[in-house]
């Protein structure tokens, strides 16, 4: 691994990792003693915030949301789990809770013509941004084969902030979520062979609206492709956002910094223990 000094992976779930058989803690100690930036690690069930929090709590650069993926599971019991939620977010130690999420719309896994509840999926997503606007929390979306769908309730939320993290559309969608105010975060996928509609759009977000993540375990990019996907491995996707956008990596450091100070209210220089 090359410098990974003040990298930041804005969205990585560090406890998928644990559950592939990879030493989570072993590997945090390494990437924050080389240096390493910052982890926001991302929440996809009602309840599994506080675990979280108790996993990887010595870690002082690390932030934590909380957010229901559209599960099957999670649209049926869509209003409970809204409520439980709720109460972690209430319960959430001071300043560590960085945003709710992630949460949104799937249509590759929830098509509507195979029977999925999609109107329930939109009420989930619907309470979460909800939550984010009662508690003044940014969040992060999930949008996947679903753009026109997700700008069309975002833009009913004018007064919630956020990102739509693993960007995976193009340019006329990166231009439809900028609109609306959102961030937007490129993970793996920038790297791989079929990404041209992807890096376009990363060339035209202003340099004030652009994250980078690994959604670790997924979506590792190459050269790690077939393995999970691991916060480290987020150095390769600053390397080629930064030949894209031609300027040094170094800048693209700075800028990431402090996109994730504004949408996110983290400053990495100054941690916060519970």
């Given at each position: ?8 992976d804005?969205?990585a ?11 989570v ?8 003693g080389g ?15 506080a675990?979280?929090v108790?996993a990887?709590?010595?870690?002082e ?7 229901i993926?559209?599960?099957p599971?999670?649209?049926?019991g ?19 809770l960085?945003?709710?999420g992630?949460?949104g ?12 509840d ?15 606007k ?5 969040i ?24 739509i ?9 990166a ?5 609306l105010?959102?961030?937007l ?5 920038l ?11 990363l060339?035209l ?11 670790s375990p ?5 050269p790690?492709?077939g ?24 800048k693209?450091?700075a800028?990431?910094a ?7 209210g ?9």
């Amino acid at each position: 691994m090359r410098d990974i000094t003040g990298l930041i992976d804005t969205h990585a779930h560090l406890s998928m990792l644990a559950d592939r058989g990879i030493p989570v803690e072993k590997r945090l100690e390494e990437l924050f003693g080389g240096g390493f930036g910052g982890i926001i690690d991302i929440g996809i069930a009602a309840h599994d915030l506080a675990s979280r929090v108790n996993a990887f709590s010595r870690f002082e650069k690390v932030r934590y949301a909380a957010g229901i993926w559209p599960y099957p599971e999670a649209i049926a019991g869509r209003r409970e789990l809204a409520a439980a939620l709720e109460q972690q977010i209430r319960e959430a130690p001071p300043r560590l809770l960085a945003a709710v999420g992630e949460c949104g719309l799937d249509r590759h896994w929830n098509k509507a013509e195979t029977g999925a509840d999609t109107a329930g999926e939109q009420e989930l997503l619907e309470a979460q941004l909800d939550l984010a606007k009662q508690y003044h929390l940014p969040i992060i979306i999930h949008s996947r084969d679903a753009a026109e769908e997700t700008a069309e309730i975002l833009s009913r939320y004018p007064e919630v902030r956020g990102v739509i993290h693993c960007f995976s559309y193009g340019v006329s969608q990166a231009k439809t979520f900028l609109d609306l105010g959102y961030y937007l975060s490129f993970a793996g996928t920038l790297t791989y062979k079929n990404a041209g509609p992807l890096r376009e759009a990363l060339k035209l977000v202003p340099q004030d609206r652009l994250l980078l993540e690994t959604d670790s375990p997924y979506l590792a990019p190459v050269p790690y492709r077939g393995n999970p996907a691991e916060p480290g491995m987020v150095e390769e996707t600053y390397g080629l956002a930064a030949e894209l956008r031609g300027i040094h990596q170094e800048k693209l450091k700075a800028l990431i910094a402090q996109n994730t100070l504004d949408l996110f209210g983290i400053d990495w220089t100054r941690p916060e223990k519970p």
